[in-house]
């Protein structure tokens, strides 16, 4: 009867010395990677796979979002209705953000072939360090077509009711959200092109 105490005794304490041990690993867990952190790992395969445009969720009837404001790279205050007549893609997005980082490229290269048809792509970023962490991020990855937009409270993404990052709200040039998509999305691909020119109309 002892042994099988003694036994007991000894597992608890095993048990308790690798939770132990467990709880100062977590409480040292190493802070976020570096905002340099690459796109597509060593192995050569892709970090995050990019879904295709038909996860839009539609938003139907298409009506307006919230009102909400958002900042400029000098910290003023801007809205949807700064951009009147213009089709938006919205993409709420931060450095820190694994799948938003690997859909910039893609979000970059759309933003280029659009520019000339009046639809306007703004990345609003929620890193609290405002524009020079993200004026960091693009000269760290390449992105040079692509504005510094900022939603550093996460205030805008609130008052559309995103659940998490990436969310891109596509606006219609009537004001109207069309529909949005909830993770990183292939936006370079000619579907995903289309499909953007026919929901803003």
């Given amino acids: 009867m002892k042994i099988i105490t003694r036994r007991a005794v000894l597992a608890a304490a095993g048990t308790l010395a690798a ?3 467990a ?15 690459p796109i597509v790992p060593a192995a050569g395969e892709p970090l995050v796979r990019l879904q295709a445009m038909s996860a839009l ?16 790279a000098d910290g003023n205050p801007h809205g949807i209705a700064d951009f009147a007549g213009k ?9 820190w953000c694994v799948p938003c980082v690997a859909e910039m490229p893609a979000l970059q290269d759309m933003a280029r072939k659009l520019a000339g048809e009046n639809i306007v792509v703004l990345p609003l970023s929620s890193d609290r360090g ?5 004026r960091k991020f693009y000269a760290a990855h390449g992105i040079d077509a692509l504005p510094v937009w900022l939603d550093p ?3 805008a993404g609130r008052a559309w009711n995103a659940r998490g990052l990436p969310t891109t709200l596509i606006i219609d040039r009537q004001g109207r959200e069309r529909g949005r ?5 292939d936006w370079a691909s000619e ?5 953007i020119r026919r929901l803003v109309g």
């Fill in 87 to 95: 089709g938006l893609v919205i993409n709420l997005w931060a450095t």
């Fill in 130 to 134: 405002g524009a020079p962490v993200v």
């Fill in 153 to 155: 409270k996460g205030e």
């Fill in 181 to 185: 998509l909830e993770g990183a999305v």
């Fill in 23 to 37: 709880a100062v690993t977590l409480w040292r867990k190493p802070a976020a990677p570096p905002i340099a952190t």
């Fill in 191 to 195: 579907a995903s092109l289309a499909e």
């Fill in 19 to 21: 939770g132990t041990v």
């Fill in 57 to 72: 969720i539609p938003t139907d009837p298409p009506r307006p979002p919230a009102e909400a404001a958002f900042l400029d």
